[in-house]
């Protein structure tokens, strides 16, 4: 068979995707570590590596890959299909088809105790809160224990869910966590200890699972030992990508999984770890090759691919004043004469003029849209350039900021489909039964009381009698729900069924329901892309899809748009051309992440990031001023900005450094014949620096 995809490979990238392959039949090579950095080929080498485990013969349906978005997953079956596709001609098609467990750790995840859900003791019908529901339920059961009336200066819903977040994730003793994350929180251990009893309480009487249990019960199951071997033999290779930013829970399942480590690969980059808040750690790549008898194989990658010398020699420069790192400086072949460009703007209006500007011009050079990012530290700093993109009519995709989401009418239709899947989620039913008329708060916690305390929910519902003042919205609402049950019209038509209910709502709330319907039709054709209610639900909360500026009114002409995305989402990905807004004090480092030195340092590493996502040419953006988050027009602040301190004196060699618009014309004497006498604007400008 011939192997010309690996030609292409370098010696050690061939070593990784070879590494195990050839053994006697029915013997499953040992633990592999790719430890590599940015563009050195990890993503592409893991894809080779599957399918070159494919075309050697392993059944894909027994590969479990795991990425850290379904996006990266999607373009990972794809380079899979393709490469098996030139080798294998149309058997191909079949096989890389069969790739069905390739998916992030939480979608794997819920998957998986869907499917053990009766051997471990939950419904398989759980519904999964997001962070916003996970607050909500918080928040009920804090006012439950009257912490928030008796306790003055409690810890917020959030806070109070971000100690939880971070105990789980971290296998950290919550003392601990309280000490070294949350100090002014140490006071109320004791009752937080006591809330967090109740949360899970809550959450299994209601049967759902927040984000951080999906982890969480996922390596509790596979602690059972028969049961780990039953899901770890399902798969005769578990591959990982991103590894830098799993955290213990996730090494813990692996380790599970596969406890002698063999057919595990994993990859990653420490330099690139950024999910620290998160709990991630890079603890797990350093602790991988010890982890297993006989350790790990190592494979390093120095080679970068992707970008130009002028861009990784910046990059290299910024990393190379972390604290820590494992990785080696990289090199490159790619010469070019352009060095990436650091401007300064006035503020966030001449900086998405800018960008428009710079977008424009590749794009008449040839270059289009879709090669073309610009990135950011946060979701909110693009908002000005979104404003302009959409003047200007440039098509756009945000990647995963599909606003809509967050609207009040799309998540009631959401909380339709959840309260129908299991008429357990409180948080769903709450808010369902609110929306009709002559339902208040008491009434429908009375019912929902109810309710819990019947093996049969839905029938205990039926059963109840109408609340006086709901009529004959009560029997509509129980129908809409026993029909989505029941999936009697199949997927997805059964959302329509939900949203034939909720219209008359839709209207009695809200004066603009004719422009939110539109929002809930495009849920529907959403909707469509999956293959079926519980993946839809899940995943869309997991994995929000991504914005186009449809939604705002630009078409995306003929399928090309550029691409906006915060630094965390563009993981993983590059492009031709690299804008990266606001490299300022305060958005990078964010006000927000400047705790601590490891905070600090995390934030070192998301602008390393940032700039290896840059093949050809890269612009940071430096605004003189800016304003703060949350301020709207009535109460906007500016706040003068310096550079990002991560490009200190000692870097600009590597840029090349430029203040647009170039130079500014002299305005008064702009004016026929009339020569300026005080360049007061000037003066006003200069006051400031
Ligand atoms: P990141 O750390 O950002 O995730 P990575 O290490 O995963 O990066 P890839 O995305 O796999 O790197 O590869 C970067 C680029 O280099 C891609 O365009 C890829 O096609 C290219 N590339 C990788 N290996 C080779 C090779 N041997 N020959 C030519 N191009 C390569
Ligand atoms: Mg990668």
Redesign the pocket.
Known sequence: MSAAYLE???DR?RDAVEHGIGLPEGKIGGPLLII????????????HRVAHLIVNGADPRRILLMTFSRRAAAEMGRRVERICRQVLGERAGVMADALAWAGTFHGIGARLLRDYAPEIGIDPDFTIHDREDSADLMNIVRHELGFSKTESRFPTKGTCLAIYSRAVNSQQPLDEVLRTGFPWCASWEKQLRELYASYVDAKQAQNVLDYDDLLLYWAQMVGEPVIAGEIGGRFDHVLV??YQDTNRLQAAILTALKPDGRGLTV?G?DA?SIYSFRAATVRNILDFPATFTPAADIIT?E????STQPILAAANGVIELARERFTKNLWTERQSAERPRLVTVRDEADQANYIVEQVLENREGGMRLKEQAVLFRTSHHSGTLEVELTRRNIPFVKFGGLKFLDSAHVKDLLAALRFAQNPRDRVAGFRLMQLLPGVGPQTAGRVLDAMAADPEPLTALAEIPAPPRAGDNWTAFIDMLQSVRTGKAGWPAEIGAARAWYEPHLHRIHEDAEVRKADLLQLEQIAAGYPSRERFLTELTLDPPDATSDQAGVPLLDEDYLILSTIHSA????WKSVFMLNCVDGCIPSDLGVGSTAEIEEERRLLY?AM??A?DSLHLVTPQRFFTHGQNAAGDRHVYASRSRFIPATLLQFFECAAWPAVKPAVAGAREGRAMRVDVGARMRGMWR
């Open positions: 292409k490979l370098n990238q590599a950095g940015a563009g050195s080929g990890k993503t592409n080498t893991l894809a990508d991103e990859v980059d690139q990658l080679r970068n691919y992707r993981k993983g990905q590059e990031v290896t996502r093949r």
